[in-house]
């Protein structure tokens, strides 16, 4: 839905990737050349080749973040130079070349400077932020591209589920599998994604938000939620899958681990069998669960489905750790608390 250079629609119909700024950053790359030309034009669609090789063999890497408006109108970002070194990884799996992480910052910051005025201050809403990478060389022979476009564009956001920092109703996928170690899983690729989709229809038929995915071996490990990583709190600790190559490094992830132990709260990163976690909520001692990304920030988790069976964490509310890191968390986003990290940039 384009809404650039009309009236800006009001904080509390955003919805979530509805609406787009008036303008996008561009960047060109062509073997022999590297990347070149970058520019900043109004937005608008772009054209390409039917036989581009970003249609055929999914050869495309993107990134999420957000700016967010103070109280006193400033704006920040929230580690930013995060997710460029995790698109850079991406790229690295997908065979596309890197970019300067120094560039792609100040880039983004130029943009996000023109657009300045699009950065909603409504409660709950913020400017997402979306670079991605298609590749655009016409050739159907598999081979890593010849040719990319690395893009930035802009959307004002309000919540990303509707249930807001309610808990969500998640669904074990007993039959399909998103990712393998090996495979794609650690990159933020569009394919991972789309195989997600068939899952998370059938849950959301369930009455179910969000599918918590298994390892793709042995469906035996939790390994994260759709658009989310995860984190159960069992007895005195919080436990959450490590990093093993089928699981996305999440920056929300990273500071959310570090927020837990600068507290002095126990965090393990470690396989978790999903029996585990099963057998903790019937003996009582599975706490809380949420889970952990930049477009929800954190999400509790009230409900689960495993094999049929039901199970309600934290009597279905939101727990006291999961409500402390997201107030903490969005707090240092918009700029209401202290930022003891340096998490924060200001544009």
Known sequence: MRNGGT???????????????????IVDYEEGKGWHNPRIEPYHPIELDPAAKVFHYGQTVF??????RTEDGRVLLFRPQKNFERLNRSCDRLSIPRLDETFL???LLELIRIERDWVPDAPGTSLYIRPFIIA?????????????MYMVILSPVGMYYKEGIKP????????????VRGGTGEAKTAG???????????????????????????????EEVGSMNVFFRIGDTVVTPSLNGSVLAGVTRDSVIRLIRHWGIKVEERPLP?????????SGTLVEAFGSGTAAVISPIGELNIGGETIAISNNETGEL????YDTLTGIQFGRLPDPFGWTLEV
Do not use: C
């Not at 990134?63 to 967010?68: I, P, Q, R, T, V």
């Not at 585990?276 to 019937?282: D, I, K, W, Y």
């Not at 999961?322 to 890191?325: F, N, S």
């Open 322 to 325: 999961t409500a402390r890191l």
């Open 274 to 282: 999903i029996d585990e976690v099963l057998e903790a909520a019937r």
């Open 105 to 107: 910052l100040e880039s």
């Open 63 to 68: 990134e999420g973040l957000k700016a967010y």
């Open 168 to 179: 969500v109703k998640i669904f074990v996928e007993p039959e399909y599998v998103r990712a």
């Open 136 to 148: 655009t060389e016409p050739a159907l022979g598999l081979a890593p591209s010849r040719k990319y």
């Open 7 to 25: 009236e800006k629609p009001p904080g509390d119909k955003l919805g979530f990737g509805l609406y787009y700024t008036d303008h996008m950053l």
């Open 192 to 222: 991972n994604y789309a195989a997600s989709l068939k899952a998370q229809e059938k849950a959301e038929g369930l009455g179910y938000t969000q599918v918590l995915w298994l390892d793709g071996v042995e469906r035996r490990y939790v």
